[in-house]
């Protein structure tokens, strides 16, 4: 299957500060990248739905102003946390998709995100 | 109601033994059923896709779908140590990769030696 790759795959910041985390595709074009947050124990919980070069589509109850998502190029997705709050202390995940069938989207290892 | 029911678990059984893992949805609107394998602290797997009611098999592991009844499977057979892990169904309206996917809770595995 294709490769998503995720960087920086932990980190921890101080509460306030802002965080980037990227998500690439290695070797597919995805026209479509998905943002999803995991709590312990939790399921995936969808956060957001990013087509390269258009505004990304928030779910319900996701604030825009403080997860920022840029979709710039077909291999590169990035998420931002602005001034980040111990409880957005979570796990990250992207997936991406290049419009195959349903099954084809490839989800990358994910980002750990500790707020202190 | 929520979309996707799945027992959290924790499920834990021995060696060789038979596993089944189920999901209960309630949008009959959805057509793809997924399976994803997550070791800890790692993204998930896919591990087999179904599309509409039937059964499908990979190696050990099987997967059914029964839309009449919004009920999905997943059967391991033979199961082996390696194969712990939290087991999350995941199921897709409209059948492309570029909609998003609706997830159970996940069902933690343990399979022990």
């Known amino acids: 299957g294709a490769v998503v790759s995720q960087h920086p795959s932990r980190v921890i910041c101080k509460s306030g500060t802002s965080v980037k985390i990227e998500c690439r595709s290695l070797?597919?074009?995805?026209?479509?990248m998905f943002w999803y947050r995991q709590f312990p124990k939790q399921s995936l919980m969808l956060m957001a739905t990013?087509?390269?070069?258009?505004?990304?589509?928030?779910e319900q109850g996701v604030e825009k102003d403080k997860f920022l998502i840029n979709h710039a190029s077909l291999t590169l997705s990035t998420l931002t946390v602005t001034s980040a709050h111990p409880e957005d202390s979570s796990f990250y995940i992207c997936?991406?998709?290049?419009?195959?069938?349903?099954?084809?989207?490839?989800f990358g290892p994910g980002t750990r995100l500790t707020v202190l | 109601q929520k979309e996707v029911e799945q027992d959290p678990g924790p499920l834990s059984v021995p060696e060789g033994a038979i596993v089944s893992l189920n999901c209960t949805y309630s949008n009959s609107a959805f057509q793809y059923f997924m399976w994803y394998r997550q070791y800890s602290r790692k993204g998930p797997e896919l591990l087999m896709y179904?599309?509409?009611?039937g059964n499908k098999e990979d190696g050990r592991f099987t997967a059914q779908v029964d839309k009449s009844s919004k009920y999905i499977s997943l059967f391991i057979r033979d199961s082996q140590p390696s194969d712990s892990a939290t087991y999350l169904c995941?199921?897709?309206?409209?059948?492309?990769?570029?909609?998003?996917?609706?997830f159970g809770k996940g069902t933690l595995l343990t399979v022990n030696p």
């Open positions: 990013s087509n390269e070069g258009s505004k990304a589509t928030y």
């Open positions: 997936s991406a998709a290049s419009g195959g069938a349903a099954y084809t989207q490839y």
């Open positions: 995941a199921m897709n309206q409209s059948g492309g990769s570029n909609y998003k996917l609706t």
């Open positions: 179904t599309y509409s009611s």
């Open positions: 070797d597919f074009q995805a026209t479509t």
